[in-house]
């Protein structure tokens, strides 16, 4: 069975108050940000190899971005 790690329907936060919707979108925020940390890391990792230094381009370097997700599975299984 998978579940999504957060409970939103509709555009909705899930919850039974305002403060469950609250707690959950902060830990949606401090999840986000700490996936742009690591994909930043993971960035400057590969970019320090010489190899694709010399390979990107201009444009290319401009195009980066952290932002990216399809590396993490945002499902749980249980």
Do not use: C, I
Request: aromatic residues 6%.
């Amino acid at each position: 069975m998978r579940r999504s790690a957060s409970s939103v329907k509709d555009g909705d936060l899930a919850g039974a108050d305002k403060e469950s919707q609250e707690v959950s979108m902060l830990a949606l925020h401090l999840l986000q940000s700490a996936l742009v940390h690591v994909n930043t890391l993971l960035m400057q990792q590969v970019l320090a190899d010489p190899k694709w230094a010399d390979t990107l381009t201009d444009a290319d370097r401009r195009a980066l971005s952290p932002l990216f997700w399809r590396h993490m599975n945002p499902y749980l299984d249980l």
